[in-house]
């Protein structure tokens, strides 16, 4: 599942700053709701890191490290905190891969692409 970025609109994973005393993973899970409504298993061990460019509500641009930690999404909620600014949308994998703008996330999709019949089985 892809949602759109809040200020320009591009394919992104959902994701957002660590919160304080929660572990990166849970943090991310956390995030996974409030950005695209879903809920369910998630993996300590992320995918792998990609950096992009975050602009922040004062305008200024700041380039950061995101990590993506694999989820098994067991419920997709039909409200949820972001869904007036950001849609979400199911895709293939071929289609996420095509979807995203960031060289660095097509790349990270690729991998999971790669590795994912080996999760599988």
Known sequence: MLVTSRKRSRWVLPKGNIKRGIPA???????????????GTISAVPLGTYRQVKTRDTGEEETVAVRAFPMLVTEETSTWPEMRIRQRRWMSIATAIE??????????????????????G
Do not use: D, Q, Y
Request: aromatic fraction near 6%; glycine fraction near 2%.
């Open 25 to 39: 993973h849970r943090s991310a899970a956390l995030e996974a709701f409030e950005e695209a409504g879903v809920i």
């Open 99 to 120: 979807s995203v703008t960031n060289h660095e996330l097509r790349a990270l999709l690729i991998a999971f692409a790669k590795e994912a019949p080996r999760l599988e």
